[in-house]
């Protein structure tokens, strides 16, 4: 997989680990491998790389995870297409 360098401390995602169930679904659908779990409950080990496109939110059954997402996926799939490198959130 390609890797995007992304603004450091600008990624809305939270995850409320009271609610975490360990199930593991946010790093099924998560596409840039954000979340790991430890111990039954999810941890936000590459926070940063987060897009914000929401799947991890929409999947998670017990709604632990927020995350208001934007327009930062779209930015980085055009700044894909037009070959652009650097920062696309
Ligand atoms: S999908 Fe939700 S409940 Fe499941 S591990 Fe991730 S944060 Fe926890
Ligand atoms: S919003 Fe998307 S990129 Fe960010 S953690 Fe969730 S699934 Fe991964």
Redesign the pocket.
């Known amino acids: 997989m390609r890797t995007y360098r992304y603004l450091e401390d600008v990624v809305t995602l939270e995850?409320d680990l009271e609610?975490?169930?360990?199930?593991?679904?946010?790093?099924v659908v998560c596409p840039h491998a954000v979340?790991r779990?430890e111990k039954k409950?999810?941890v936000m080990e590459h926070r940063n790389l987060c897009m914000e496109c929401g799947a991890?939110m929409q999947?998670?059954?017990?709604?632990?995870?927020t995350v208001e997402a934007g327009e930062g996926c779209v930015r980085g799939i055009i700044n894909e297409l037009l070959g652009i490198e650097g920062p696309c959130c």
């Open positions: 995850c609610k975490c169930i360990g199930c593991a679904m946010c790093t979340f779990i409950k999810a991890c999947n998670c059954p017990t709604g632990a995870i």
